[in-house]
């Protein structure tokens, strides 16, 4: 994971030197989380953690800039504006049935990893193995895209040929 991470980060950060006047948000990594804050999390998010999302946690607590202006949430920084972002756009999509649209069951817990600035693209993680194998669901922007783990979503922001998701459940 620090590998993935930091080939993220230094990606991000050449484009933002190259334009740094560009709407997207400027990278940014944290401290690491403690076992007990990710465990503390871990009963927040009423499911297991994804292992690739566990492991980012020992390595930053959340990142800013991680694609265009999305940042990953932490378990620290859930309860500021991005983190109440992330549940507002969760909320709209259960009010709006994406979820059933896309072939999840209605009553699947949508935990918020990622939001972006406008609120417009979030990333869930999810756990419903009889129904979909990915634990990891992409949305927004007309888009839904789902990813077998945490850092295989990570592996997609670096370079998009790395990995081709599911666009439904099938």
Known sequence: MRRLVSELMTRRVDEH???PFEASAIPRIYPPASQREVSRLEVTAGQSLDRYYRDFLSVTDGMDGFYLSHCVLGCR???GA?????LQFRDGA???GTP??????????LFPV????DVSQAIFMIDCPDVLPERIWWLGEGDSMFFGNFADSL???NDPRSY???ETVD
């Open 94 to 96: 259960r009010e709006d």
């Open 114 to 117: 990622s939001v972006n600035r």
């Open 82 to 86: 991005r983190g109440t972002g992330a």
């Open 77 to 79: 920084n859930r309860s």
């Open 17 to 19: 030197l190259a334009d």
């Open 100 to 109: 059933a649209d896309v072939g999840l069951p209605g009553d699947v817990v």
């Open 155 to 157: 592996g997609y922001a």
């Open 164 to 166: 081709t998701p599911r």
